[in-house]
């Protein structure tokens, strides 16, 4: 089986849904599901190492987003001949923009079904980014634009409970079938905390929190860095890394040394994925999670996956990766509560070092390629054709929670 995914962000821009692709490509390939890419082109990028299965198109910076880029619909219409000549089974839309209007219009052109996953929670989002506009008229236009979109479609994947109740309420029609990214096997494995507190200059014994994600204002930073000034009472050492960068780097940074955390908070920017990020997860005391706005929290998982327990608001998606508490704990949803509930357990290291047990044996439990067969048989039903999968392993516990 041949699937064509389609997204307007790809690697080497780093995101929830770069890492979505990159898992579900990864662990598709042994279940005999092929898969090729149409994804933008970035500056700066070298083709030397591409693989031929990856379609790079040309595209330009948005003006509010620097970091994100539109692909140019024309381009992407060229493709059409090479693909008629090796057609792919079905489309898988990621992303609502250009990859959305190009994939349905591949997918008609071919005469093959259009699906695709639902990864971004827009309604809590565009204020942000279009702040002169009244919050609930955005609100609205981002309710019926994913309506619009969903209903076009011949399914729908979405990463938690939350985004079918949020999308079912919209009025979309189309089937929505809960399925989360998983974790590949290498998030389980490697990272050197000790070398990486050596490395930025983190002294052995001092607490260390953690946040890795996108730098954005829809993240909820803000609220990290108020619970850090919370914090300081019972633990004037603590200290918050922050990695990642995006459109709220700067105000953070301000509203940071205005606080006087200039001294307790870091930011690191990007770091790889695959190695040093193990590092930095393997470094920190806890990971620290705030966004009211995630469809699942893949982030929480990968920090569990390498011991880090994570202490997070149970809203949106996070709440089917809190549920049950089992290497985590879900903290109150205001800056002094969630700052007892860390210093509780930073006072307490045999109870860190149980979650942190906890936690590994928990993260397991979302694996790849569990969630991977299960897009397989998804496959299977919208395109009628199997991709030699025979049956599907019992539920894992994360499959029981949703």
């Known amino acids: ?214 730098v954005a204002f829809e993240k909820n930073i803000e609220f990290l860095l108020d619970m850090l000034l919370t914090l300081k009472a019972r633990q004037p050492d603590a200290m918050l890394l922050i990695t990642g960068e995006g459109p709220a780097l700067g105000e953070l940074q301000h509203r940071s040394a205005n606080l006087g955390l200039s001294e307790f908070v870091r930011f690191i920017g990007y770091l790889d994925r695959h190695t040093e990020l193990h590092d930095c997860y393997r470094a920190a005391d806890l990971f620290v999670f705030a966004s009211r706005t995630e469809t699942q929290g893949l982030v929480l998982l990968e920090a569990m996956a390498l011991g880090t327990p994570a202490v997070a608001l149970a809203e949106m998606g996070t709440r089917d990766i809190l549920e049950g508490e089992r290497g985590c704990r879900i903290a109150p949803n205001d800056p002094a509560g969630f700052a007892e509930l860390v210093a509780d357990l930073l006072e307490n290291p045999a109870t860190l070092k149980l979650l942190s047990i906890e936690a590994r044996q928990y993260a397991r439990s979302w694996s790849a390629q569990g969630m991977a067969a299960r897009l397989s048989a998804l496959y299977g039903m919208w395109t009628g054709k199997s991709a030699g999968i025979t049956r599907i392993d019992a539920p894992t516990a994360a499959e029981n929670a949703i």
């Open 1 to 214: 089986m041949h699937s064509l995914m389609i997204s307007d962000v790809f690697f080497p821009r780093i995101n929830g849904v770069s890492t979505s692709i990159e898992s579900f490509r990864e662990a598709l390939a042994p279940l005999g599901i092929r898969t090729s890419l149409i994804v933008p082109a970035y500056p700066a990028q070298t083709a030397s190492s591409e693989m031929p299965s990856i379609h790079r198109i040309r595209s330009l910076p948005l003006p509010f987003d620097p970091e994100d880029r539109l692909m140019m619909r024309g381009t992407i219409r060229k493709l059409l001949p090479a693909l008629r000549e090796d057609p792919p089974d079905l489309i898988h839309v990621q992303t609502p923009f250009a990859a959305h209007y190009a994939g349905l219009e591949i997918a008609r052109a071919l005469g093959i079904p259009c699906v695709a996953s639902y990864h971004t929670y827009f309604e809590e989002y565009l204020f942000h980014y279009i702040p002169l506009l009244p919050r609930n008229w955005l609100r609205r236009l981002a309710r019926s634009f994913s309506r619009g979109q969903c209903n076009d479609l011949d399914g729908i994947v979405v990463p938690s409970r939350a985004m079918v109740e949020t999308l079912g309420s919209y009025g979309v029609t189309a089937p929505l079938h809960v399925l989360p990214t998983g974790l590949a096997e290498s998030r389980f494995v490697g990272g050197n905390g000790d070398f990486f507190r050596l490395r930025y200059g983190i002294p052995a014994d001092r607490k260390v929190l953690l946040y890795v994600g996108r």
